[in-house]
């Protein structure tokens, strides 16, 4: 079976930095486009970032752009976001998942999902 499984999360104070990893298995990890999704209380999942299978391309929401960078280590079966200058709120619980195509931001595309990890950052 298929599990992702995110870590990396915690309590940070704004403008800190913070980086999250997702460990995959029982998948073919390299055929999968790979993503970050958050969700506050009281509000809807939202895209974060996405990377494809090879790790040439990225997408980010505008939200992050520039702050945040996603990465994947094929050898090591793991994607990372790596979060800098955070803010209030970025605080949410993110979640990782795998996309057999890359280049979308619709939870519906993606197959597979972590249980998530809780972010928060103070003021």
């Known amino acids: 079976q298929v599990q992702l499984v995110e870590s990396g999360g915690g309590l940070v104070q704004a403008g800190g930095s913070l980086r999250l990893s997702c460990a995959a298995s029982g998948l073919t990890f390299s055929n999968y486009a790979m993503g970050w999704f958050r969700q506050a209380p009281g509000k809807e999942r939202s895209f974060v970032a996405a990377i494809r299978w090879s790790g040439g391309n990225t997408l980010y929401a505008e939200s992050v752009k520039g702050r945040f960078t996603i990465s994947r280590d094929n050898a090591k079966n793991t994607v990372y976001l790596q979060m800098n200058s955070l803010k209030p709120e970025d605080t949410a619980v993110y979640y990782c998942?795998?996309?057999?195509?890359?280049?979308?931001?619709?939870?519906?595309?993606?197959?597979?999902w972590g249980q998530g990890t809780q972010v928060t950052v103070s003021s």
């Open positions: 998942a795998a996309a057999r195509i890359f280049g979308t931001t619709s939870p519906p595309s993606y197959a597979y």
